[in-house]
T-cell receptor, first 113, second 114 residues
Framework: DVKVTQSSRYLVKRTGEKVFLECVQDMDHENMFWYRQDPGLGLRLIYFSYDVKMKEKGDIPEGYSVSREKKERFSLILESASTNQTSMYLC????????????FGPGTRLTVT | GENVEQHPSTLSVQEGDSAVIKCTYSDSASNYFPWYKQELGKGPQLIIDIRSNVGEKKDQRIAVTLNKTAKHFSLHITETQPEDSAVYFCAASMGSNSGYALNFGKGTSLLVTP
């Protein structure tokens, strides 16, 4: 089974702090994704990566950056956390091929106060 | 990303009845359509998917149908059980420029009452 793990289930940070959310997958997948999930808005794509050191903006990249130094690890960075970034953050990795399955981690619920 | 519309937003059925959730999409390039189940406090779990070269797929009590011409697809759960209660999301793949990321519907909260 594919395993996608996220470093924290719950985080509470203060406005202005730098926040790192870590994601690791164990299936040697090339494509990895960060989404945020908010009530009434569903899941929205923040950033994705299709290879080491490669990254692309998704639909809502403002206020975020990412890092992919190793194939198995994809990090989401909030340079200066703000209250509107309080959300559930979901990492996913994807099997290769055009119709590859996408598997999600358990999520990190981030609260910015 | 392109829109994926999902209906209904909430659905309540009696145990043993069937549940149907419908989605429409707008991107003609979409060719992969997964369905996820999300329980409280957990990440979405892939339960079934369909690719554009087939019209129907079944896995025990769960089935998915796809009409590419009309750009809609549906999830059917038969003989529902209380443990089927969860939020269900449909999704449609984006193109290679987006790494085949997914556009999601806004979810259907399914409640199965005993």
């Amino acid at each position: 089974d594919v395993k996608v793990t996220q470093s924290s289930r719950y985080l509470v940070k203060r406005t202005g702090e730098k926040v790192f959310l870590e994601c690791v997958q164990d299936m040697d997948h090339e494509n990895m994704f960060w989404y945020r999930q908010d009530p009434g808005l569903g899941l929205r794509l923040i950033y994705f990566s299709y290879d080491v050191k490669m990254k692309e903006k998704g639909d809502i990249p403002e206020g975020y950056s990412v890092s992919r130094e190793k194939k198995e690890r994809f990090s989401l960075i909030l340079e200066s956390a703000s209250t509107n970034q309080t959300s559930m953050y979901l990492c996913a990795s994807r099997s290769p091929g055009q119709g590859g399955e996408q598997y999600f981690g358990p999520g990190t619920r981030l609260t910015v106060t | 990303g392109e829109n994926v519309e999902q209906h209904p937003s909430t659905l309540s059925v009696q145990e043993g009845d069937s549940a149907v959730i419908k989605c429409t999409y707008s991107d003609s390039a979409s060719n992969y359509f997964p369905w996820y189940k999300q329980e409280l406090g957990k990440g979405p779990q892939l339960i079934i998917d369909i690719r554009s070269n087939v019209g129907e797929k079944k896995d025990q009590r769960i089935a998915v149908t796809l009409n590419k011409t009309a750009k809609h697809f549906s999830l059917h759960i038969t003989e529902t059980q209380p443990e089927d209660s969860a939020v269900y999301f449909c999704a449609a793949s984006m193109g290679s420029n987006s790494g085949y990321a997914l556009n999601f519907g806004k979810g259907t909260s399914l409640l199965v009452t005993p």
